[in-house]
């Protein structure tokens, strides 16, 4: 089986121009701001976070009273 | 200033200046954390293989003593030795810079063997079949702890040569500006292992005491400076996996930096609130409080998760921002469906920050609540927990750096390329479906740490669910799969290392030229 | 912008987008939620692990379980003493390598405070299938204030590791309707009315 590198060694990531970079540094634009898709998938995952946490406060309400 | 005999070699690729001695610490450390991977993983797949009552492989002395062996090897040897090799790149290498006392780095590392080794050889012959935690009363051999000692004091010595490698950097202006988010990274996690270590010593060395009943030893007190050590050696891998999750960022895609001072002030907070946080393996004890355990496991929670759920935006969020800069901007999703998901580095960064925040991160919040916690504690919802968050998500991340190392310091190709490309889908597919199998059966009140389920030659009998028979079953091929995966990357890795095909393009080495500053430029 | 492999140059101290800064905001609102939560249920919640707590020595221990076990013994169930104790009492249950005694007959919407330690090593406290679970740590007497919310025949299960016989540690705790009468106790799971508390009142020892 043949061996190989990594794309991020054979075809590195270009290098950014400075006006790139600059383009990057300046704070939002737009609704969702500069990283749309990260806010979204950061979004589910708080839903999934709440909803999980408070499904096993209600497991837990079904036990005995302990004290 | 550097001795005359200080060799470098510059790396073609990212044009850092390596220090040999760097070159081979970070082999060595890698090399053995790879042995160690085997053991615990051969140990995982005879473990799986006893709980899946269908197979029930192991007797009960053999479960506990391979269960030991799978806790120390996984948790302890492998993760810290393969912290190490990331800390001697983070510092030296990351920097073009040496590595100071050479001789230092090598008793470290050669203690950590020696302690390694000890504690295999009481395992192994069943004097220590006390599982990981070895909860005082339960009694391993005194070279058990010992080997514990000498391991803890080798890892120390190593932590404070990335110290002084940083100083050293520093003086001898290798680098200019701050220390790269990664490094910066990495010190966090040597400063959390230096507070771990102290721990583990305060621990280990009356417990060794003990064990050759030279002191007293009280259950409860044990329990809570060991979970001090306990807890605090999983913040070193949280911050070790962040660490790399910037690193694989960077080199796969070309990740930017969203802030540095977010970034840097998220692992400050880490360093700041794991050593109290350990309450929460102890909240369900009738040594402490309740004020104690709310107290700590809230500014626990104040601080380290909110630290984690800033990286959690900060990595992914960095990557947006790396492919949008780069053409990738179509619509919300384009950067992430366009990205090299062929690369294993890629693709291992992406199942280690989902499965360590979606399922490790949510499960262990969650139980580390003082009163939910009544309804997990040692049931199989812990381990489910532990294994999403430093299987899937650190173990995960350090694979996938692997097949970067391999090439940048070991100068060899990956070898079996096609299989590395699919180990990391396989090891966190498996280890996904393996641990929310394993949570879920723990909501049933199957225990962790237990021979047998159908409670044989118990005086009452207990039957749980079928459906715990069903979910115990997935949980095992989820395993198995993700042990095909783990074996995989060891296969790979081992066969590249020792038999694969050089690189060409020589390394340009120096020998103690004479050093203008120069700035470590991005991996490309 | 730049990697986290790169040197930051210059005065990195820069403002934060304004979607991380949402972020932030929004997980550091969350953390306060989950700190209020826990005193909340402190105040108004029915399952706290607080309990009364003291250091104890492991024979004074069994010894206050005997003398409980001694007073209100109303059967014998596999070997094991059944203990039918009045409501609101201080009852006792003893972990040890490898099974957990007495048997524990209660009344269900009754308070008792729940006495747990070990003779040995750590053991732990599952009860089965409510899932609930305690550390029992020898040396330390966990005094929880339980009230048994439904009626049942419930096993306990040892979920910390104790030793090569630790899967045959299983214990029994039966939950009865107030008002339901006393019966003596053959063999795992099947009952039949032999004899009254009163009959028993001189106990077994």
Redesign the interface.
């Known amino acids: 089986m043949a061996s190989g590198l990594p794309p991020g060694l054979l075809n590195p990531p270009r290098p950014l121009s400075e006006a790139e970079k600059a383009a990057g540094d300046d704070t939002d634009a737009g609704g969702l701001g500069s990283v749309p898709g990260t806010m979204i998938l950061v979004l589910v995952f708080f839903a999934a976070f709440i909803a999980y946490y408070f499904v096993n406060w209600k497991l837990l309400s079904f036990l005995w009273k302990i004290g | 200033m550097t001795t005359a005999a200080a060799k470098f070699r510059v790396c073609p690729?990212?044009k850092l200046r390596v220090h040999a001695q760097a070159d081979a610490l970070i082999k060595a450390n890698a090399v053995v954390a790879t042995v160690a991977l085997l053991i615990g993983g051969l140990a995982a797949i005879l473990v799986l293989l006893t709980r899946w009552q269908a197979v029930h492989l192991l007797g009960?002395?053999m479960f506990?003593r391979v269960l030991t062996i799978h806790g120390m090897n996984m948790l302890i040897f492998f993760i810290l030795f393969f912290e190490m090799a990331v800390l001697y790149f983070a510092g030296p290498v990351?920097l073009n810079s040496r590595v100071p006392a050479p001789k230092i780095a090598w008793t470290g590392f050669v203690l950590m063997v020696l302690g390694t080794l000890m504690v295999e050889w009481t395992m192994f012959t069943g004097r220590a079949d006390v599982?990981f935690t070895s909860?005082v009363?339960?009694r391993a051999h005194p070279l058990f702890y010992l080997g514990v000692i000498l391991f803890a004091v080798g890892a120390v010595l190593a932590v404070c040569i990335f110290f002084a490698s940083l100083v050293v950097a520093r003086r001898e202006r290798t680098?200019?500006?701050?220390?790269?988010?990664?490094t910066f990274?990495a010190l966090t996690a040597a400063i959390i292992a230096a507070i771990t270590l102290v721990h583990g010593a305060a621990i280990y060395i009356p417990t060794f005491l003990w064990s050759l009943d030279l002191m007293p030893m009280?259950?409860?007190v044990y329990?809570l400076v060991w979970w001090g050590l306990g807890h605090s050696s999983q913040q070193i891998n949280v911050a070790a996996m962040v660490?790399v999750w910037?690193?694989l960022?960077?080199?796969?895609?070309?990740?930017?930096?969203?802030?540095?001072?977010?970034s840097r002030i998220a692992f400050v907070l880490y360093v700041l609130f794991i050593s109290m946080a350990s309450a929460h393996h102890?909240?369900?004890?009738?040594?402490m409080?309740?004020a104690w355990?709310?107290w700590n496991?809230?500014y626990f929670?104040?601080?380290a998760?909110?630290a984690s759920?800033?990286h959690?935006?900060?990595v992914?969020?960095?990557i947006?921002?790396?492919m949008?800069?780069?053409g990738y901007t179509k619509g919300?999703?384009e950067?992430?469906r366009r990205a090299?998901w062929?690369?294993?580095?890629?693709s291992s960064l992406i199942f280690s920050i989902v499965v360590f925040?979606?399922v490790g991160?949510?499960?262990g919040?969650?139980f580390g609540?003082?009163?939910?916690?009544?309804?997990?504690?040692?049931?199989l919802r812990i381990p489910g927990h532990f294994h999403a968050t430093v299987v899937s998500g650190t173990a995960m991340a350090f694979m996938g750096v692997t097949?970067?190392v391999i090439?940048?310091i070991f100068r060899k190709?990956?070898?079996?390329?096609?299989?590395?490309r699919i180990q990391p889908y396989l090891f966190a597919g498996g280890m996904l479906i393996f641990s929310i199998t394993m949570t879920f059966a723990g909501?049933?009140?199957v225990?962790?740490?237990?021979?047998?389920?159908t409670?044989?030659?118990?005086?009452?009998?207990?039957e749980f669910s079928p459906a715990v028979d069903l979910v115990m079953g997935m949980m095992a091929l989820g395993g198995l799969m993700a042990a095909l995966g783990g074996g995989i990357y060891i296969l790979v890795t081992v066969w590249?290392v020792f038999f694969?095909?050089k690189m060409e393009g020589g390394d340009d080495g120096e020998r103690a030229a004479p050093r203008a500053p120069e700035?470590?430029?991005?991996?490309? | 912008m730049h990697t986290g492999l790169e040197p930051p140059r210059g005065v990195w101290w820069k403002p934060i987008h304004r979607s991380e800064k949402i972020w932030i905001a929004l997980a550091f609102a969350w953390c306060m939620v989950l700190f209020a939560m826990m005193p909340f249920w402190h105040l108004r919640g029915g399952q706290n692990p607080s309990g009364i707590r003291h250091r104890v020595d492991p024979q004074a221990f069994l010894a206050r379980a005997q003398e409980f076990t001694a007073n209100y013994q109303v059967g014998e169930d596999n070997g094991f003493p059944v203990v039918e104790p009045p409501p609101g009492s201080d009852i006792y249950l003893v972990g040890r390598m490898w099974n957990w005694s007495p048997v524990l007959r209660l009344r269900r919407g009754v308070e008792y405070t729940l006495h747990l330690s070990s003779l040995d090593v750590n053991h732990g406290f599952s009860l089965y299938p409510l899932n609930i679970n305690i550390q029992v740590v020898p040396g330390y007497d966990y005094g929880l204030r339980v009230t048994p919310g439904e009626a049942g025949d419930f096993r306990l299960v040892c979920n910390e590791f104790c030793g090569i016989n630790h899967h045959t540690m299983v214990g029994r705790i039966i939950v009865v309707d107030d008002g339901a009468p006393v019966v003596g106790l053959v063999p795992d799971g099947e009952v039949s009315a032999t004899r009254t508390a009163a009959a028993n009142a001189g106990g077994r020892p």
């Not at chain 2, 680098?175 to 990664?182: A, K, T």
């Not at chain 2, 225990?447 to 389920?453: F, L, S, T």
């Not at chain 2, 409670?455 to 207990?462: D, I, Q």
């Open positions: 690729t990212t009960a002395e506990y990351l599982l909860y009363p339960l680098y200019e500006g701050s220390v790269p988010l990664v990274g009280d259950a409860q329990r660490s910037y690193l960022g960077a080199l796969t895609v070309g990740a930017v930096v969203l802030n540095e001072k977010v102890l909240l369900v004890d009738p040594g409080g309740p355990k709310v496991t809230s929670m104040y601080m998760v909110l759920m800033i959690g935006f900060t992914p969020g960095g947006e921002i790396g949008r800069l780069r919300l999703f950067w992430l090299p062929g690369d294993p580095g890629f925040g979606f991160g949510i499960t919040v969650t609540t003082e009163q939910i916690n009544i309804i997990a504690h040692n049931t097949y970067y090439p940048l190709k990956v070898a079996f390329w096609p299989l590395a909501t049933f009140g225990p962790r740490r237990h021979w047998d389920i409670f044989s030659g118990a005086p009452f009998t207990l590249s694969g095909e700035s470590a430029s991005a991996a490309v």
